[in-house]
């Protein structure tokens, strides 16, 4: 009884580290439906910017035209490629940032902004620059862990 009781244990304790589960078909089909707004069958480089984002912050293979078949979207969207990621508490979060420029703008687009510009790293290793997010001016920042906030211009 006693080992049952340590292999318990010890499930509980490491099983907060285990991956969330990946997303069902019904899922994956149901996003399909949103990013192919014209349904052609594909996501056009209109269509993709924020999903091709996910795609180079996963390091992920790229289809060599730039537009994303069906087939691909499935395979990335089962894979969690294209899940939300929680912003950490505190972010964004001072530290040694190894992000490139173009990696901060793809952490940026992933999480959903548009036009982002500016973006230059500060004295505490964070990138800020601006975007626009549902229609409206933001300032945005990047930390060395890829949270990425933004914050409504006034």
Same mark, same amino acid.
């Given at each position: 009884? +006693?080992?049952?009781?340590?292999? !318990?244990?010890?499930?509980? %304790?490491?099983? @907060?580290?285990?991956? $969330?589960?990946?997303? *069902? /078909?019904?899922?994956?089909?149901?996003?399909?439906?949103?990013?192919?707004?014209?349904?052609?069958?594909?996501?056009?480089?209109?269509?993709?910017?924020?999903?091709?984002?996910?795609?180079?912050?996963?390091?992920?293979?790229?289809?060599? +035209?730039?537009?994303?078949?069906? !087939?691909?979207?499935?395979? %990335?969207?089962? @894979?969690?490629?294209? $899940?939300?990621?929680? *912003? /950490?508490?505190?972010?964004?979060?001072?530290?040694?940032?190894?992000?490139?420029?173009?990696?901060?703008?793809?952490?940026?687009?992933?999480?959903?902004?548009?036009?982002?510009?500016?973006?230059?790293?500060?004295?505490?290793?964070?990138?800020?620059?601006?975007?626009?997010?549902?229609?409206?001016?933001?300032?945005?920042?990047?930390?060395?862990?890829?949270?990425?906030? *933004?914050?409504?211009?006034?």
């Amino acid at each position: 009884m +006693n080992k049952l009781s340590i292999v !318990a244990a010890v499930v509980l %304790a490491t099983s @907060a580290a285990w991956p $969330a589960l990946a997303a *069902t /078909d019904a899922e994956c089909q149901d996003m399909w439906k949103q990013a192919d707004a014209n349904h052609d069958g594909k996501i056009s480089q209109a269509e993709a910017d924020r999903y091709m984002a996910m795609m180079r912050v996963h390091d992920r293979k790229l289809p060599a +035209n730039n537009q994303l078949d069906q !087939a691909s979207f499935l395979e %990335a969207c089962k @894979a969690d490629v294209f $899940a939300p990621r929680k *912003t /950490d508490a505190g972010a964004p979060l001072k530290g040694a940032n190894s992000f490139t420029e173009g990696q901060a703008k793809d952490r940026a687009v992933a999480h959903g902004a548009n036009a982002v510009s500016d973006l230059k790293k500060d004295g505490d290793g964070i990138w800020r620059g601006h975007a626009t997010e549902n229609g409206k001016q933001v300032e945005i920042a990047v930390d060395y862990k890829g949270n990425v906030v *933004t914050t409504t211009q006034q």
